[in-house]
């Protein structure tokens, strides 16, 4: 504004800019505000979809406890359903497959479990989820299955990456071949296994010896192995 105007001339400039102006601040006042509000809004949400699903999950448990599972199976959809954005889901999922499982229904757990292995946000619930559900295929027959469902796995495919399950992926499909009797490939997951187990390594080892001694070529191998894994 120049300094050498008169009032009314300033008061006339201001004028013109308001006019040629107020619409677009006033535009961008409001989606400032809206997203301000609308930010506030989503956390409070968020919050209480939080805080419900948390209830849901405590009176899951509490089914669970009171031998009520067709009640806990009831929460565990309910959370499913309207409350998939919160960690409760994975939490969830498992409790009601291990309820199918204990019913007998094993098809229908492999499918919750493979549900939450999908819609879990943690990325560790996700690979129990499936390794149990892995599991329990393995105990129907369907080893071979397992065994293309764990190299997929390993492949990466789907965006699916066994990151630190790697070690117990390799001791399931070690399962599977050993179930089929392929005792080669059985020895070769465990031994795989136990170069990535992130659990306890003597299961595993005891697996393997259950296998029998080795061919000389797999025997050099395995004592490199134990040597390496007695040095660390």
Known sequence: MDVNQTEEEQVESLKKWWAENSRSIIFGVGIGL??????????????????????LYQQMVTAV??????????????????????????????????????????????ASLMLTSEQADNN??????????????IGDGEMKEVIQDIDDVMA?????????FIGQYEALRGDAYRLLGDITKARNSYIAAMRN??????????KLDDLGPPP????????ALKVKETAK
Not at 34 to 55: L, M, P, V, Y
Not at 156 to 164: A, D, H, I, L, S
Request: positive net charge; aromatic residues 8%; hydrophobic residues 35%.
């Open 197 to 206: 187990a992130t659990l306890d390594k003597r299961i595993i080892q005891l």
């Open 34 to 55: 809206f997203a301000i509000f609308g930010w506030q809004s989503w956390k409070n949400h968020t919050r209480t979809q939080a805080i419900e699903a948390s209830d």
């Open 124 to 137: 560790s619930i996700q690979h129990v989820a499936r390794l149990r559900a892995f599991r329990i295929r």
């Open 65 to 110: 406890k009171n031998n009520n599972p067709e009640a806990a199976v009831e929460f565990s959809n309910e959370i499913t359903k309207t409350y998939g954005d919160t960690p409760y889901v994975g939490l969830a999922g498992l409790q009601k497959a291990k309820i199918q499982l204990q019913q007998g229904q094993r098809k229908e757990a492999v």
């Open 216 to 223: 000389k070529s797999d025997a050099v191998k395995a004592g």
């Open 156 to 164: 990466e495919k789907n965006g699916v990456n066994p990151g630190e």
